[in-house]
């Protein structure tokens, strides 16, 4: 067994190196950025698997991939990048790889709460500009926190904010239970949250899960974040409800388009703070997404 390292960037490479077994399969490392589909099938000729940080892999460009069996997906949303089922319909099975960065995303959520109640961007960008911004925000200790989705980044996220007094309020799409949650119906968790953390899988299901009916259940002047998949939130309701107030303020790690345009209406709003699909992105996090994605690997030979 063969693979390839389509897009080894981003100080990826050398972290491989770093976990690297010698009796690992050999892994080719391309240290380029994402592929254009159309070079795909000259590229991964020869391999058994590749490794895909954030190449999109269309199933027709797949399709031309003779010999390719696996892809092995770094992280959880390969269905943003591609369509699992199309490809096992071609026999190449995506395998995804779960609770890598789960304490990594939880701890830059909580960064991302804390960063949008106290205005910290908007002081930051302000100060660098010459002016003296002093910005009034809420004390989180006390308030509600409401998690959409709870899974293993979910728990971190509420261990974390329940040691520093918040209230946390839960909804999950399957039963869960979990000590200091307060599993709610959907209605109660969207009026009930000052905070409300976004932690879904994308799937056809939940793409544009919070369209305009649910932001405007939400209660008025509360904050967002969002460091699970920008496609949860239908982005035009995002815009309307960050405008109007409804949302007082907008965290975000991830986005519909990625990088996000310097153009984008995003940017433009003071009541949004940014940061680039960096949640999962510490060295802890990273070694172990690519030793255990050579695990997988050494597990297909």
């Not at 027709?60 to 943003?80: D, K, Q």
């Not at 609770?99 to 939880?106: P, R």
Request: hydrophobic share 50%; aromatic share 4%; glycine share 10%.
């Amino acid at each position: 067994m063969k693979g390839l390292f389509l897009d080894a960037v981003d100080d990826l490479a050398d972290v491989f190196r770093r976990v690297v077994h010698p009796d690992d399969p050999p892994v080719d490392v391309r240290e380029q950025d994402a592929v254009p589909a159309e070079a795909l099938p000259a590229l991964l000729a020869g391999y058994d698997f590749v490794l895909d940080d954030h190449s999109a892999l269309p199933t027709a460009a797949m399709a031309r991939c003779a010999g390719l069996r696996h892809v092995i997906f770094l992280g959880t949303g390969a269905r943003s990048y591609m369509h699992p089922e199309e490809l096992a319909a071609l026999g190449i099975t995506v395998h995804i790889i779960k609770g890598y960065g789960d304490t990594a995303v939880a701890e830059h959520t909580i960064a991302l709460m804390f960063a949008a109640a106290r205005g910290i961007a908007r002081m930051d960008r302000d100060m660098r500009a010459g002016q003296w911004t002093r910005t009034e925000g809420p004390q989180l200790t006390g308030k509600t926190l409401g998690l959409l989705g709870f899974g293993g980044i979910a728990a971190e996220v509420a261990r974390l904010a329940g040691g520093m007094g918040m209230r946390v309020l839960a909804w999950n799409r399957t039963t869960r239970s979990a000590p200091g949650v307060t599993f709610v119906d959907l209605p109660v968790l969207l009026a009930s949250s000052d905070v409300l953390s976004l932690h879904l899988l994308l799937t056809d299901e939940t793409r544009g899960f919070l369209d305009a009916a649910r932001l405007a259940a939400l209660r008025s002047g509360m904050i967002l974040v969002n460091t699970a998949r920008g496609a949860l939130i239908d982005e035009a309701a995002l815009l309307a409800a960050l405008r109007a107030g409804q949302i007082g303020h907008a965290a975000l790690d991830v986005f519909d388009t990625e990088p996000l345009p310097a153009a984008h209406p995003l940017v433009g709003l003071a009541n949004v703070t940014l940061s680039a699909h960096s949640g999962f992105r510490t060295p802890e996090a990273s070694e172990t997404l690519l030793r255990r994605a050579l695990d997988i690997a050494r597990g297909l030979a």
